[in-house]
Structures are given as structure tokens and as C-alpha cells.
């Protein structure tokens, strides 16, 4: 039986100038393959002017059911977001 | 303007290079990857990493009030701004590598002094009322320059401080609320804030670099879009800006100079002190020695840690090979 290829991550540039971002995976058996056939089926109507493939295995995330937890410190931490303080209108755009 | 001064290359008009201008002319970005002129790279990281730099010694003044910051709240608050500028010179960093320079290379330029920050950072933070003043002066001097460094031809940068400019806005403001709150306060509060303005009012006009006519690295850098502006359109933008706000705070600009011009449409004012400027620059301004002691230290200090953290990942790959 042949060997099963990896699963690739596919990350895109839409425009020349915005950051690539990830627009789903797909299997290839290497990463030339996976660059090709990620350009033949994610930017068959001109979607990218650059694509990166990261082999999904290698991609590294927090556990999802740690969420919470991970991700609560900013919560109080209101003062991080400029409509926290109150300039009055007549001092103009700050 | 956290990058002064900046050197530049000359473009030597090949085919390759006005394939290159043309593209810039029509706006499309520059990516790490894309053919670039040597001068191009060359001034790109130099400008990020004074810009880089800036952003790590700027903690440093205002760290300085950390511990005496008047409420538990503007503690928490000042202690937040000075975790983002960390971040910033984190995103900032991280632009500039993009461009083939290591980041211990950078950290390296800037230890032994050869790589230079902004001039601002060299002045010390004397009172409680200087977080009010640098927030709202140093960071509204900066942001005034990042806003249309969001467009820098570049991608990297201009991402970079797309992301700073969002998360800056809440320095600048913190830093009026300070000055507003100490305005509103006792007559020594209001002298507080008045001394602040005082002292911070000329080194802020100074970080937008020497006036134009002795600004010899800024044409290239426009003709690149790696700068969009002139040094005296965003100073005199800024004074603009500021001196209603003063105004509002009932405040006195330390400049007699400043007149309302009605057929410019702006503030005519004096003139800053280069020399002032370029003996900071040169590395003679009232910290800057402080500055570096202060960043080599850490660097020093924090070496038996960075390096337990190399050991422990090593140690960890090593068990999983072995499980394996």
C-alpha cells in the first residue's frame, strides 16, 4: 500500500502590500507539490500574488479547552484600549 | 521620529534598479524575497533598527516611574505602556530581519553604541508630570511620523507599524490625561505639568530631525518611499497639533517665537538648538550613558536565563528523539 502524503497548511497573499493568511490545507507529498497544487486549487480565480505552505505537523497551538485560561489576562486590563481615557471633545483628534 | 538621521545609498540607474522605481512609483510593495538595491536594504535596516532600538530604550525613562507611579491604576497603566513599546521594538525587530540582518547583530550595534535611537531618549524623566509629557508630546511626535510610515514601501515595515499605530494611541492619550489631571490640580501640580512642558517641549520639535535644507539622506529615502514626508512638514504638523491642546490644558509653550500664521495656516515658531541635537546624537545628551549602561546590563544580566532556556529546549528535543 503507498505511503499516505502529509497535510500541508496554505497561507495566501491576497494583494501585494496585506500579510499572508490561512486558507485551508491540502495533501501533497512534498512542499514543491504542495505549492503547486495549492496555486491550482486555491487561486484558480487570481486569490494570491504569493503562497506559503508549512507542513501541518509542524504547526505548534495552544489547546483549545485552555482557552479561557490562556487568553484571560488583557481581559481586565481595559486601560490597553485608547477610548479608556476620556478627552473631551474640544481637545480635539488624539 | 524614532529613525534620525538616517544614511542612505545612491541608486546607480541600472535596468534592474529602474525596474525597481517604477514599481515603487506605482505603489506596489517591496517583499523580503523581491530583487532590491543594495542602498535600499542598507537604509531599511538601518531605519528599523534605529527604530527597533528606540522602542527598547524608550522603556527606560518611563520605566523609571514605574515604582512611583501615584496610584495603583496609573501603575498598572504606565506599566502596560512600557510592556508595548517592548512589543513594538519586538514587531520592529523582526522587520528588519526580513531584510538578511541577524537580531543579534542588532543587538549587538546597539550595545557598543554603533548603532543609533532616537535622541529623545536621552533626556531623564524628572518628575511624575514627564509620563504625562512623554506620552502625550514623545508619542504624539511619534505617531505623527508611524502614520505614513503605515505606507513605507516596504511590506514588513509598513505591517509592522500598522499594527503600532493601533495599539499607540492609548500612550498618547494616557499621557494628556496625566498632564489634564495635574492641570486641574493644585497650583503646584499645575507648575508640575508647566516645568514638564517646559523641559520636553524642544527635544520633542528635535525628533523630527534637522530642517530640510540640512537634511541630506531624506530625498533618496522619499524617491524609495521608505519616508513620506519631510522632516518640517511633520514638525510643523505637530506644532499644530499640539499648541491648541496646550492652549487647553492652560498651558504656556516655551517658545517665543510661536505666532499664529493665518496666511500659511499654521504656527510660525522658533527655531530648536541643533547643536543641543547633534551633541545628543554624538552621544553627549544629559543619559546617554545611563542609556547604555542601563541596556548592556540587562543584556549582561540576563545571560545565565536566555541561556537556561537554550539548554532546557535542547534537553526537551533530545527526549523527544528518544521517544520516538
Same mark, same amino acid.
Given at each position: 500500500?503507498?505511503?499516505?502524503?502529509?497535510?500541508?497548511?496554505?497561507?495566501?497573499?491576497?494583494?501585494?502590500?496585506?500579510?499572508?493568511?490561512?486558507?485551508?490545507?491540502?495533501?501533497? #507529498? +512534498? @512542499?514543491?507539490?504542495?505549492?503547486?497544487? =495549492?496555486?491550482?486549487?486555491?487561486?484558480? !480565480?487570481?486569490?494570491?500574488?504569493?503562497?506559503?505552505?508549512?507542513?501541518?505537523?509542524?504547526?505548534?497551538?495552544?489547546? #483549545? +479547552? @485552555?482557552?479561557?485560561?490562556?487568553?484571560? =489576562?488583557?481581559?481586565?486590563?481595559?486601560? !490597553?484600549?485608547?477610548?479608556?481615557?476620556?478627552?473631551?471633545?474640544?481637545?480635539?483628534?488624539? | 521620529?524614532?529613525?534620525?538621521?538616517?544614511?542612505?545609498?545612491?541608486?546607480?540607474?541600472?535596468?534592474?534598479?529602474?525596474?525597481?522605481?517604477?514599481?515603487?512609483?506605482?505603489?506596489?510593495?517591496?517583499?523580503?524575497?523581491?530583487?532590491?538595491?543594495?542602498?535600499?536594504?542598507?537604509?531599511?535596516?538601518?531605519?528599523?533598527?534605529?527604530?527597533?532600538?528606540?522602542?527598547?530604550?524608550?522603556?527606560?525613562?518611563?520605566?523609571?516611574?514605574?515604582?512611583?507611579?501615584?496610584?495603583?491604576?496609573?501603575?498598572?497603566?504606565?506599566?502596560?505602556?512600557?510592556?508595548?513599546?517592548?512589543?513594538?521594538?519586538?514587531?520592529?525587530?523582526?522587520?528588519?530581519?526580513?531584510?538578511?540582518?541577524?537580531?543579534?547583530?542588532?543587538?549587538?550595534?546597539?550595545?557598543?553604541?554603533?548603532?543609533?535611537?532616537?535622541?529623545?531618549?536621552?533626556?531623564?524623566?524628572?518628575?511624575?508630570?514627564?509620563?504625562?509629557?512623554?506620552?502625550?508630546?514623545?508619542?504624539?511626535?511619534?505617531?505623527?511620523?508611524?502614520?505614513?510610515?503605515?505606507?513605507?514601501?516596504?511590506?514588513?515595515?509598513?505591517?509592522?507599524?500598522?499594527?503600532?499605530?493601533?495599539?499607540?494611541?492609548?500612550?498618547?492619550?494616557?499621557?494628556?490625561?496625566?498632564?489634564?489631571?495635574?492641570?486641574?490640580?493644585?497650583?503646584?501640580?499645575?507648575?508640575?505639568?508647566?516645568?514638564?512642558?517646559?523641559?520636553?517641549?524642544?527635544?520633542?520639535?528635535?525628533?523630527?530631525?534637522?530642517?530640510?535644507?540640512?537634511?541630506?539622506?531624506?530625498?533618496?529615502?522619499?524617491?524609495?518611499?521608505?519616508?513620506?514626508?519631510?522632516?518640517?512638514?511633520?514638525?510643523?504638523?505637530?506644532?499644530?497639533?499640539?499648541?491648541?491642546?496646550?492652549?487647553?490644558?492652560?498651558?504656556?509653550?516655551?517658545?517665543?517665537?510661536?505666532?499664529?500664521?493665518?496666511?500659511?495656516?499654521?504656527?510660525?515658531?522658533?527655531?530648536?538648538?541643533?547643536?543641543?541635537?547633534?551633541?545628543?546624537?554624538?552621544?553627549?545628551?544629559?543619559?546617554?550613558?545611563?542609556?547604555?549602561?542601563?541596556?548592556?546590563?540587562?543584556?549582561?544580566?540576563?545571560?545565565?536565563?536566555?541561556?537556561?532556556?537554550?539548554?532546557?529546549?535542547?534537553?526537551?528535543?533530545?527526549?523527544?528523539?528518544?521517544?520516538?
Amino acid at each position: 500500500m503507498s505511503k499516505e502524503w502529509p497535510l500541508w497548511e496554505i497561507f495566501i497573499r491576497g494583494q501585494h502590500g496585506l500579510s499572508h493568511r490561512h486558507v485551508g490545507s491540502l495533501h501533497a #507529498p +512534498d @512542499a514543491e507539490m504542495a505549492l503547486k497544487n =495549492a496555486r491550482d486549487v486555491y487561486t484558480r !480565480r487570481n486569490e494570491g500574488v504569493s503562497i506559503w505552505v508549512v507542513e501541518s505537523n509542524k504547526i505548534t497551538a495552544f489547546d #483549545p +479547552d @485552555a482557552a479561557e485560561h490562556n487568553f484571560a =489576562a488583557p481581559k481586565s486590563k481595559v486601560y !490597553r484600549h485608547p477610548t479608556f481615557f476620556d478627552i473631551p471633545e474640544d481637545v480635539g483628534a488624539m | 521620529m524614532y529613525a534620525q538621521l538616517v544614511e542612505t545609498g545612491q541608486s546607480e540607474g541600472t535596468e534592474q534598479e529602474l525596474e525597481f522605481q517604477a514599481k515603487i512609483d506605482r505603489g506596489v510593495r517591496i517583499e523580503a524575497n523581491d530583487w532590491m538595491p543594495e542602498g535600499y536594504r542598507k537604509t531599511l535596516i538601518r531605519q528599523i533598527g534605529q527604530h527597533a532600538h528606540s522602542e527598547i530604550v524608550g522603556q527606560l525613562p518611563e520605566g523609571n516611574w514605574i515604582t512611583r507611579a501615584p496610584s495603583l491604576q496609573r501603575k498598572a497603566i504606565l506599566l502596560a505602556k512600557v510592556q508595548d513599546e517592548a512589543g513594538h521594538g519586538l514587531y520592529l525587530y523582526c522587520a528588519a530581519e526580513t531584510l538578511g540582518i541577524s537580531r543579534d547583530e542588532m543587538t549587538a550595534q546597539l550595545l557598543s553604541g554603533k548603532a543609533k535611537y532616537s535622541s529623545i531618549f536621552n533626556y531623564p524623566t524628572l518628575t511624575w508630570a514627564d509620563m504625562g509629557a512623554v506620552g502625550w508630546l514623545v508619542d504624539g511626535a511619534a505617531i505623527m511620523n508611524q502614520v505614513p510610515l503605515q505606507r513605507c514601501s516596504y511590506g514588513p515595515y509598513s505591517r509592522a507599524m500598522i499594527r503600532i499605530c493601533k495599539e499607540e494611541s492609548f500612550h498618547q492619550r494616557q499621557g494628556f490625561d496625566i498632564m489634564r489631571q495635574l492641570c486641574q490640580g493644585t497650583d503646584d501640580q499645575k507648575a508640575m505639568a508647566q516645568d514638564a512642558l517646559n523641559r520636553w517641549w524642544w527635544p520633542s520639535l528635535m525628533m523630527f530631525g534637522p530642517s530640510d535644507k540640512d537634511s541630506v539622506h531624506s530625498e533618496q529615502s522619499m524617491k524609495w518611499g521608505i519616508k513620506q514626508n519631510t522632516n518640517d512638514e511633520l514638525r510643523q504638523k505637530f506644532v499644530d497639533q499640539t499648541v491648541p491642546q496646550a492652549e487647553w490644558l492652560g498651558l504656556t509653550v516655551p517658545d517665543p517665537e510661536l505666532k499664529w500664521n493665518e496666511e500659511k495656516g499654521g504656527y510660525d515658531f522658533g527655531e530648536p538648538d541643533w547643536s543641543e541635537f547633534f551633541e545628543v546624537i554624538k552621544g553627549n545628551g544629559p543619559c546617554n550613558r545611563d542609556r547604555l549602561e542601563a541596556r548592556n546590563k540587562a543584556w549582561d544580566d540576563g545571560e545565565w536565563f536566555r541561556d537556561g532556556l537554550t539548554a532546557h529546549a535542547e534537553k526537551q528535543q533530545q527526549h523527544n528523539i528518544a521517544a520516538e
